[in-house]
């Protein structure tokens, strides 16, 4: 079984940075790929970040350069570092697993396992 669970998020001022962790036991899957997104209040969810077993990372255009995310396969475990938070920033946060992914090039991911998701709060 895939049961994403996140840990970190909180609150923190403009301009701060928040390390968000995500733990799945995907060591039994051939390919995988992990990825974040945020919903804010009244809006749909969006995606974040996204990045597969072999470490091919995708980004939304407004995190680019802001946002980072990364694995750590000993321990199953999947960061997004957030960097120069604004308030636009605060949301709910989930990660979620689709098995069997890659990130080749106009494939777009279709996620089978989602976590609970923590809040983050940037104020201004």
């Known amino acids: 079984q895939v049961h994403p669970v996140e840990s970190g998020g909180g609150s923190v001022q403009a301009g701060g940075s928040l390390r968000l962790s995500c733990e799945s036991s995907?060591?039994?899957?051939?390919?995988?790929?992990m990825g974040w997104f945020r919903q804010a209040p009244g809006k749909e969810r969006e995606g974040v970040a996204y990045i597969d077993m072999e470490g091919t990372t995708r980004y939304a255009e407004s995190r680019e350069g802001r946002f980072a995310i990364a694995k750590e396969n000993a321990k199953n475990t999947w960061y997004l570092q957030m960097n120069s938070l604004t308030p636009e920033d605060s949301g709910v946060y989930y990660c979620?697993?689709?098995?069997?992914?890659?990130?080749?090039?106009?494939?777009?991911?279709?996620?089978?396992?989602w976590g609970q998701g923590p809040q983050v709060t940037v104020s201004s």
């Open positions: 979620a697993v689709e098995t069997g992914c890659r990130l080749v090039p106009g494939y777009i991911p279709e996620f089978e396992y």
């Open positions: 995907t060591y039994t899957l051939r390919s995988y790929c």
